[in-house]
């Protein structure tokens, strides 16, 4: 059974209020595009801190997930600061992969409170962590670090306190690791309840497990492990939250073309800014349907531009086999799979009921290629298109 602490009537709406203003005031820092502020997530840094919502429960794991490129690093960075900086009741650790050829897990962010529990850590176990960079010796995945961090946080725990474990982007692209995923999901969620259980024995507020994906391949683990983990999706900026973006990076285009090409993906209108929109249609969209297109055609042959045709009208109907391979490449996303949307999601022809482009620009690529029956597109023609 899921479980929440009782706070002092009014004492956890004003917190969350605190957090949000703080918030509005964190700020990046690009390369090659500069300073902005963070933009506004209101909606969804509300769901994740505030327990009325039930969005983030004590005891279990909750796998958060959204289109490539929508911000969850970021926004969980800047949840991070903000939490840091108003006196709540959470403590958030985020822990980072290096790059892929390492594998090497490490604490990109801890509560200044926490780093002499760490130092325990170390000292009293086989637990090795430099000082420096904060790199873990245990393990190579950042699942492995979780579950560490997890059992030894609980044996000192912090009067009435939640803690938050996140791991940033699980990286799930590869066969072999989705099914270490699968397996970790399978037998931690089981040991966190218990882990949770002694925490709050012990005076905690509960321990919480937040794992990041922009993986879209993870909904094929739905079926495995089900209701033992919490499923959350989070999506793109709206409509309003993308033009707040633009003023703030001085990306002058048409914010409606924007808003029909990149569905206010953040990851997406930065690119634009950096490298151009042609550029930005030609190598992350017309290069990636093509490559797509490479992948199938032996499956497909003679029906290919069919079965595309059918995706572009409604790809909830599409042939099981292509959604696959296109979930695979990032081009679509399983909204069907998530217990909770965290984010607004807009009424659009690119968003069906279970499935969803995850930005409209491959929606409007593929829709041209199939009309032509060639793969052989230029930018422009999608921007005059649209």
């Given amino acids: 059974m899921k479980t929440n602490n009782n706070n002092i009537p009014g004492q956890s709406s004003d917190r969350v209020r605190n957090v949000i203003d703080r918030l509005h005031r964190h700020e990046i820092d690009e390369s090659g595009v500069g300073r902005y502020r963070f933009v506004d997530r209101d909606v969804e840094a509300r769901k994740i801190i505030d327990e009325n919502e039930n969005v983030i429960s004590s005891g279990w794991v909750t796998v958060l997930y959204g289109p490539k490129g929508c911000g969850k690093t970021r926004f969980f960075e800047a949840l991070y600061n903000s939490l840091e900086d108003v006196d709540t009741d959470i403590d958030m650790i985020i822990v980072g992969a290096e790059e892929r050829e390492t594998a090497k897990a490490y604490i990109k962010s801890m509560p200044m409170s926490l780093k002499d529990l760490f130092k325990r850590i170390a000292l009293e176990s086989d637990v090795k962590i430099d000082p420096v960079s904060h790199v873990l010796s245990i393990g190579v995945t950042v699942l492995g670090v979780g579950s560490v961090l997890a059992r030894w946080l609980a044996k000192t725990p912090r009067r009435g306190r939640r803690l938050f474990i996140v791991l940033d982007e699980v990286r799930l692209s590869e066969e072999n690791e989705l099914t270490n995923f699968r397996q970790w999901l399978e037998s931690f969620s089981n040991d966190l309840r218990n882990i949770d259980a002694d925490y709050r024995r012990r005076g905690g507020g509960g321990i919480s497990v937040i794992a990041l ?96 045709e059918a995706a572009v009208k409604n790809i909830d109907y599409a042939r099981q086999s292509l959604v696959r391979e296109m979930l695979k490449r990032n081009i679509v996303i399983d909204i069907g799979a998530s217990q909770n949307i965290i984010s607004e999601i807009p009424r659009e022809p690119w968003i069906n009921r279970y499935y969803a482009y995850q930005i409209p620009a491959y929606h409007h690529v593929l829709k041209i290629m199939t009309e032509k029956k060639s793969i052989d597109i230029e930018p422009r023609e999608v921007i005059d298109e649209i």
């Fill in 213 to 308: 994906t922009s993986d879209a391949t993870v909904s094929s683990l739905r079926s495995y492990v089900g209701g033992k983990v919490d499923w959350v999706l989070i999506w793109n900026l709206t409509y309003d939250s993308m033009k707040e973006l633009l003023r703030e990076i001085g990306l002058e285009t048409d914010p409606s073309l924007l808003w029909r090409l990149t569905g206010g993906n953040p990851r997406s209108i930065v690119y634009i800014k950096r490298r151009g929109l042609e550029n930005w249609l030609r190598e992350e969209v017309i290069r990636n349907l093509f490559d797509l297109y490479k992948d199938v055609h032996e499956i497909f042959r003679e029906d290919l531009w069919r079965e595309f």
